[in-house]
């Protein structure tokens, strides 16, 4: 076969072998190369390399090497990585010539090659080098002018900077072993001096006797570990005896060749006050919210009352008729009685009473305390309880008043016929076993936008709800060390589940 014929038949074996020798050199970074890319550079370096070998045109083996040489150099591959690639494809040659050019034009068919390749390789590599020169000459002159701009530009940020350390109104200071080294007009205003009274001294002359023992203890950490930035708030010492509120933020650097404590002063006198100004008046609108809303709960229980007390007096009233009023009444003064009691728990802090519960009586004690009212709605209850969970370590009343929070939550939605679920099981989360009590309802439910908010206090939808039952659950579960979670139920109603810690 003759050389033609063979760079024109074997052409995709020939790009294929090549491509994976590039592929498997991991001396090179064309390990590296995507295979689809390098496989399409090979092929054009093929067809250019038969058109040199057998019709003795270069033209398109130039135009490749000019190419591969400026993509190389962009990639900073070396000279010496192009090269053994350019051998790689003289390396894939050599057998297909030996198996099917014939002996007798061997001679002529290998100097062709080696004439070849040694005018590709070396105009590669004249024309590499020219383009790495150039390079590195253009490299030079962007390098000059840049220190140029940056010498420029640094000289007015040290101008800048100067104006404005000076200019700021928080203090800026530097201490050397201690010392002021140097401040600027700020830091020496607000402790009442001028910037060349303070050089030299002390940084404790400036912090109050009651801070001294914080501020030191910041200082010499500092001085041991020498990395990371500090925040203290401190009250600072003017010079006519007063103490100031005052926030500093320092780190270690250097000044002057020392190692050196490099900080900013803060004024907090206006952020104290209005700090304070912002507690009382929270305080206020909480108290404001609290009556109000305990008026509310409360009147309407006390008319009801004041109305039964009227109509009892009235002559002609029967004897059912009076015990209608009296038990009308004491269902009243209990209402008054349960908003009272909801709304201590949710102010006032309380101590747990632990001891272990049967759930088996917990639950039905808890539904027994509402049956009544279960009753007159016609709601009925299904209990599940799991075999594992017998025994809770709780306190048993707090617990209760939880869990009939949870059933009075959905008794108060529940029309006549409705169903109330309650069930328990054993549950895994962050690594953790817990006790979850869960109490469900076929209700209406609560829109999901409006979920994250039902356990924050005085949050109701409940005509003439005040918001605190829920409120009350989360409270005791998170005092208990567990959560109270909620979710909108499959089907219908609304789940709530009292997750407890497993002693």
């Not at 000019?66 to 690639?85: C, D, H, M, Y």
């Not at 001679?107 to 590499?128: I, K």
């Amino acid at each position: 076969m003759d050389f033609a014929g063979l760079l024109t038949r074997y052409h995709n074996e020939i790009v294929a072998t090549w491509t994976h020798r590039m592929l498997k050199d991991r001396t090179t970074r064309y390990a590296d190369e995507p295979e689809d890319e390098l496989r399409v550079l090979v092929d054009r370096a093929t067809k250019a390399f038969r058109l040199a070998l057998v019709e003795n045109a270069w033209e398109e083996l130039q135009e490749f090497v000019n190419f591969i040489a400026r993509k190389r150099l962009e990639g900073s591959f070396t000279l010496a990585e192009v090269q053994r690639a350019f051998e790689r494809y003289r390396e894939t040659l050599i057998p297909l010539i030996l198996a099917y050019v014939e002996p007798a034009h061997l001679p002529e068919v290998f100097l062709r090659l080696q004439h070849c390749m040694v005018a590709t390789v070396t105009q590669f590599s004249t024309y590499f080098q020219d383009l790495h020169e150039t390079f590195l000459r253009n490299q030079a002159h962007y390098l000059e002018r840049e220190v140029a701009n940056r010498s420029h530009e640094l000289a007015e940020s040290e101008r800048k900077y100067k104006t404005l350390v000076e200019d700021i109104n928080d203090g800026y200071f530097v201490l050397v072993e201690g010392t002021i080294a140097y401040s600027n007009n700020g830091f020496a205003g607000m402790h009442g001096y001028e910037s060349r009274e303070i050089i030299g001294m002390g940084y404790l002359n400036f912090v109050a006797p009651e801070s001294r023992d914080s501020v030191r203890a910041a200082y010499e950490a500092s001085r041991i570990s020498l990395a990371g930035k500090a925040r203290l708030e401190y009250l600072r010492l003017h010079r006519d005896g007063r103490c100031i509120p005052t926030e500093i933020m320092a780190k270690v650097s250097s000044y002057g060749g020392e190692v050196a404590n490099i900080g900013v002063c803060r004024d907090l006198s206006e952020r104290v006050e209005l700090e304070s100004k912002t507690r009382e008046a929270e305080k206020l609108n909480a108290l404001a919210q609290l009556a109000a809303s305990l008026a509310h709960e409360i009147n309407n229980p006390l008319t009801a009352i004041k109305m039964n007390v009227q109509m009892s007096g009235e002559t002609g009233l029967t004897a059912k008729g009076q015990e209608r009023l009296t038990a009308s009444t004491l269902r009243e003064v209990e209402q008054i009685s349960r908003c009272v009691s909801d709304m201590m728990v949710l102010t006032i802090p309380f101590r747990l009473k632990y001891e272990w519960v049967d759930t088996r009586r917990l639950i039905p004690d808890c539904l027994h305390i509402v049956e009544l009212r279960m009753a007159y709605q016609e709601v009925h209850a299904t209990i599940r309880l799991s075999s594992e969970i017998k025994k809770l370590f709780v306190d048993p009343k707090r617990i209760e008043q939880a869990l009939v929070n949870l059933i009075l939550n959905s008794l108060d939605v529940l029309h006549r016929g409705g169903r109330i679920f309650i069930s328990s099981r054993i549950t895994v989360a962050n690594g953790q076993r817990w006790n979850d009590i869960r109490v469900a309802d076929d209700g209406p439910g609560i829109a999901k936008e409006k979920l994250p908010y039902v356990f924050d206090p005085f949050y109701s939808q409940k005509p003439g709800g005040i918001g605190l039952g829920l409120g009350n659950v989360r409270k005791i579960a998170e005092a208990h060390g567990g959560r109270v979670l909620v979710q909108q139920r499959r089907n219908r109603g609304i789940v709530f589940t009292l997750r407890l810690p497993r002693k």
